[in-house]
């Protein structure tokens, strides 16, 4: 398995996460992310109620523009085992999109799905037009393998924030044409 591009058997595994898979892979990322700030907390609820006024009332109040993408990672069995998410804020919504709940469940660590994963969220990004491609991540040991898949991905360290516990970590990338093929 290459360590630079995401196997193509695990991308196609990659879906958009319905209203039935929601609660599955809500459960893996509050695995994940057992703390959550109140902003994350209250995008996550308007996640879960993309499609409805609440969900775009509390996507306001959280400063999301739009969700452009909340995608999950189903093994052999079709069971929720990562999680992937593409939004944008008002703030920069003319130039970025924003990387959001990308994670892995620990029991399937290892083996390319948060590659995949990584792949497939950029070429979402592509599709959608962004040149520009955003997260933030942090200084959390649990964060740790992230900012190696990050940086082999491309994603360069912009900025830093002091947080409560943590140290917050901004990193962005632009995303090439396809035809020039680098993701
Ligand atoms: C970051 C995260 C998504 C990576 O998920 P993953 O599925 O383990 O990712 P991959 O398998 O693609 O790569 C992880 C490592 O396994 C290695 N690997 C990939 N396929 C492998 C295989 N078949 N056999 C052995 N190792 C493999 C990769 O080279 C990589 O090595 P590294 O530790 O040197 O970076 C996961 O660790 C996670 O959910 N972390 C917590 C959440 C988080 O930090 N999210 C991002 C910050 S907001």
Not at 72 to 77: G, M
Not at 139 to 165: I, M, S, W
């Amino acid at each position: 398995m290459s360590r630079q591009k995401g196997d193509r058997a695990l991308t196609k595994n990659i879906v958009p996460c319905t209203n039935e898979l929601m609660k599955q892979a809500e459960m893996v990322v509050r695995t994940v992310f057992p703390w959550m700030t109140p902003f994350e907390w209250l995008s996550f609820i308007a996640i879960r109620h993309r499609d409805s006024f609440l969900g775009r009332l509390l996507s306001r109040v959280a400063g999301v523009e739009d969700l452009v993408a909340f995608d999950v990672y189903l093994d052999e069995t079709n069971a929720v085992r990562g999680t992937t998410g593409l939004y944008r804020y008002e703030k920069d919504a003319h130039e970025a999109v924003w990387v959001a709940w990308f994670c892995v469940d620990p029991a399937v660590r290892g083996r390319g799905v948060g590659q995949a994963l990584i792949d497939h969220t950029v070429e979402r990004a592509r599709n959608a037009g962004f040149k520009k491609i955003r997260l933030y991540t942090s200084t959390d040991p649990n964060e740790e393998t992230a900012q190696r898949l990050y940086e082999r991905n491309g994603f360069k360290e912009v900025r830093r924030e002091r947080g409560l516990f943590t140290t917050i970590i901004f990193r962005e990338r632009t995303i090439p044409d396809a035809e020039q093929g680098v993701v």
